[in-house]
């Protein structure tokens, strides 16, 4: 038992009963049209044009049929064995299904969620009216994927009295443990009745699933065929998937960076749309007027009539507020500070959004200067071409450290997710003179050579590449490309996640042009990444130089650990030649591996890691108080040893750049994130370590250098 974080439980529990309503929908009618064209055309795009060869059979159907019965029901919160019974005379023909543009199993199935999802509410309901018996020695394995449906209705009842009870115990501890914790304080606090403490949790816990379902009701059928649709694609392979028009909005802005509105982010409370955060430099934060914690109630276009977006779902509100550069909206605003109503007038324009863009900084280290680089992503505006990408700001980047006279470059991909391919090719280029940056390849064909046309070298100076399990795709192309050089030592987690494949996006509207509603788009599979060595990218990732204890080290995780991940193959080596740029590499990363392994603090967090692999394999709690609340304080006093396990001081200072200082004195947002971001670096012992190794490397002279 004894979970990892029991202050989580509470929290964790509820996340379990969302994502198995998140699965996504209103309680609207089907369009029928629609869903066979999506079918038809998807069917079409995959069997031509995905890199896998798959043939849509009986296994096919077999694994389309679990995924999507997992995707609506992952915590076995709704269906019971009779239920699946009755879909399982569709579990070998949905293929046959497919092939004729026939969705009856996604409609036997669709129409008895939604049945199952209005029990719910009277089940949470009816459960959390009176108290639990926390006496009673009972268990719940919260290890969905090993624990059964339930045998029929009383039992689904009781596996909902189970997770809800868990949600209330782990209240009624925190609150046990906050008083405690006050007494010892204050002599003088008056200490709540158990009975007390018992109800406030079930009435929050109450609370929490009302606004769950009331989220719920938002959800359209749209989001639910796309699970079905996802469940489909993603037979192929986990990174194949179907976007609904919405969300191919959200993936060009993720992509772009920007987008076109007032630069404001939202948020659901309840029934209103609440303002979260401003976006520093967009029009809401440059008209002044709107803050955080604002309530928009409506919504007016210019001189139109105003539209009311109370308990409108978030989607659509967004859809009202945001709109092109120069045009006009004008809101309704209650304001939080004296809850006055306010008409705010704000012109649109295009908002971009800061933390997705390269930035730098400058750390001095035993009298020699250093740029530390972060790029979040490999971004690229694919309507725009003259739009900033990340490989024109990198290359601005660089110039400007190489102004202030850096002596090496720290380039932090960590949690980078990737991007575009074609930015992590010219990134690459900015390190190297010209030549091959990675291989590609389709089905059926020969490796395709990928390379950097550019003979200029932007940085020939010191480069250590720092990357962790969450350093992804383009990430890992780029980090391969440069570790395959030898041009950067790459120090981070054992290994990266090893995602080498590639997607491209395509409208499924350009397949049938005849059809005037937005079909949204296919993000499908058509390549494979593969080093210059050969070797690809996929499941085993980039291997450190380095490699330095962290959370995630014992875990399962990254691509490997996906169901239906493309296996790892290689291809011949492509043509190229080693930079041979370092006098004293093998040095350099034997120094630093010796400094980790006897560093007090990479062992703690070594220990630290094998630990929550521990607790991540322990998924049962005991549901009787006495027990719990014994269970709990094992685990918090284990977890006492590793209360400071990242608690560490560098004493470096980080300062931006120059060009940057008069940006922050007009911006106290943007000097806000930078001191935070300063801040958070000087703490960092993985930026600290990759610090020494770049101080320690010692670039050859040009006379020394001998290509090989």
């Known amino acids: 038992m004894k979970k990892a974080f029991r202050i989580k439980i509470s929290f964790l529990a509820f996340l379990m009963l969302f994502s198995s309503l998140q699965a996504n929908t209103k309680f609207s009618e089907p369009d029928p049209e629609k869903d066979k064209i999506l079918v038809y055309v998807l069917k079409n795009i995959l069997t031509r044009g995905h890199f896998v060869v798959k043939d849509m059979n009986d296994n096919f159907s077999e694994q389309v049929f679990n995924s999507f019965i997992d995707g609506l029901d992952p915590n076995k919160r709704y269906f019971t064995q009779k239920d699946i019974k009755k879909f399982s005379k569709y579990k070998y023909e949905i293929d046959n299904q497919l092939l004729k543009d026939d969705v009856s199993f996604y409609n036997l199935v669709y129409s008895n969620f939604l049945d199952k999802i209005k029990n719910a509410e009277s089940y949470y309901a009816e459960l959390l009216e009176s108290p639990f018996n926390f006496k009673k020695d009972e268990i719940i394995d919260i290890d969905y994927d090993n624990v059964p449906f339930a045998k029929n209705e009383n039992e689904l009842i009781d596996y909902w009295r189970k997770q809800l009870k868990l949600n209330v115990l782990s209240r009624i501890q925190d609150k046990l443990d906050k008083q405690e914790s006050q007494i010892k304080k204050d002599k003088n606090f008056k200490k709540k009745s158990f009975k007390t403490l018992e109800k406030e949790a079930r009435a929050e816990v109450s609370k929490n699933m009302d606004e769950l379902y009331l989220r719920i009701e938002e959800l359209e059928h749209e989001d639910w065929f796309s699970t079905f649709l996802n469940s489909v694609v993603g037979a192929f392979d986990p990174h194949t998937t179907y976007m609904a028009p919405r969300i191919k909005e959200r993936f060009d802005q993720d992509m772009s960076g920007k987008l076109e509105g007032i630069g404001a982010r939202l948020l659901k409370k309840g029934i209103y749309t609440e303002i979260f955060e401003l976006v520093s ?345 006495k027990q719990f609340s014994r269970e709990s304080k094992v685990v918090e006093n284990a977890s006492k040893k590793y209360a400071n396990v990242f608690k560490y001081e560098s004493n470096l200072s980080f300062t931006s750049p120059k060009y940057e200082l008069p940006l922050i004195k007009k911006d106290s947002v943007l000097a806000n994130k930078r001191k935070a971001w300063h801040k958070n670096l000087s703490k960092d012992i993985y930026v600290s370590e990759a610090l020494n190794v770049l101080k320690d490397l010692k670039v050859k002279t040009s006379s020394e250098i001998v290509k090989n």
């Open 281 to 625: 430099g967009g029009p809401a934060w440059k008209q002044g007027d709107l803050e955080a914690g604002d309530i928009i109630l409506e919504v007016a276009q210019g001189d139109k009539e105003p539209v009311d977006i109370v308990g409108m779902r978030l989607d659509d509100a967004i859809k009202f507020i945001k709109g092109p550069k120069g045009t006009e909206v004008r809101l309704t605003v209650k304001k939080k500070l004296d809850g006055s109503t306010k008409v705010i007038s704000i012109i649109r324009d295009v908002v971009e959004l800061e933390e997705t863009f390269v930035k730098s900084t400058i750390v001095e280290k035993d009298g020699k200067k250093y740029g530390l680089i972060d790029l979040p992503r490999f971004y690229i505006d694919f309507s725009d071409a003259n739009a900033r990408n990340s490989a024109k700001d990198m290359e601005k980047e660089i110039e400007r450290l190489k102004g202030e006279n850096v002596s090496g470059l720290l380039i932090d991909l960590r949690n980078n997710g990737g991007g575009s391919l074609k930015t992590a090719i010219e990134i690459a280029g900015l390190f190297i003179e010209q030549g091959p940056v990675v291989q590609v390849k389709y089905r059926g064909q020969d490796p395709i050579v990928k390379n950097d046309v550019d003979p200029k070298m932007q940085w020939d100076g010191s480069v250590v590449v720092l990357v962790n399990e969450l350093s992804a795709s383009a990430s890992e192309i780029f980090a391969a490309a440069m570790q395959d050089y030898g041009r950067a030592v790459i120090i981070g987690g054992n290994q990266t996640y090893g995602k080498g494949t590639v997607q491209s996006v395509i409208p499924i509207n350009n397949f049938y042009p005849k059809y005037e509603k937005d079909l949204g788009a296919i993000k499908m599979t058509i390549q494979k990444f593969y080093r210059v060595n050969g070797g690809s990218t996929q499941i085993e990732g980039v291997y450190s130089d380095i490699a330095m204890p962290d959370r995630y080290s014992y875990m399962k995780f990254g691509e490997r650990d996906l169901d239906g991940a493309l296996v790892w193959d290689k291809v011949p080596q492509a043509k190229y030649t080693k930079t041979n740029t370092y006098e004293n590499f093998a040095d350099v990363v034997n120094n630093s591996k010796n400094r980790i392994a006897s560093d007090a603090n990479f062992k703690l967090i070594n220990d630290y890691a094998k630990w929550l692999k521990e607790k991540q394999d322990d998924t049962t709690y005991s549901l009787n108080l």
